[in-house]
């Protein structure tokens, strides 16, 4: 049984820093592409990073979050995790991973967590 769940969200200042967690199971992740998402009050789902399967090895970034968001993964431990730098009021939202069990990305949201809040606030 697929199953991921996401951890690691919070309340945090702006500027601040916080790392998400995706734990998954009834599959390997290093052979898969896994997509964090993140749905802000009021607008849709929008897919903001997602980490390709380890044999092809690349990342890949919206632009809102690039140069600050950063993705990666244990294999040891089948979790994926997005260290989110300088984070901004606007980056507050629900935030999800997901897969679609391809290796390629970005993924369809086949399979997704139950999201975690992240809220930036003074």
């Known amino acids: 049984q697929v199953q991921l769940v996401e951890s690691g969200g919070g309340l945090v200042q702006p500027g601040g820093s916080l790392r998400l967690s995706c734990v998954a199971s009834?599959?390997?992740?290093?052979?898969?592409?896994i997509g964090w998402f993140r749905q802000a009050p009021g607008k849709e789902r929008k897919r903001i990073a997602c980490?390709?399967?380890?044999?092809?090895?690349?990342?890949y970034y919206v632009d809102a979050v690039k140069a600050r968001f950063s993705i990666s993964r244990d294999n040891a431990k089948n979790t994926v995790y997005l260290q989110m730098n300088n984070l901004k009021p606007e980056d507050t939202a629900i935030y999800y991973c997901?897969?679609?069990?391809?290796?390629?990305?970005?993924?369809?949201?086949?399979?997704r967590g139950q999201g975690t809040q992240v809220t930036v606030s003074s």
């Open positions: 009834g599959f390997t992740i290093t052979n898969y592409a």
């Open positions: 980490i390709s399967d380890n044999y092809a090895g690349y990342n």
């Open positions: 997901a897969t679609d069990l391809r290796a390629q990305c970005p993924p369809d949201e086949t399979y």
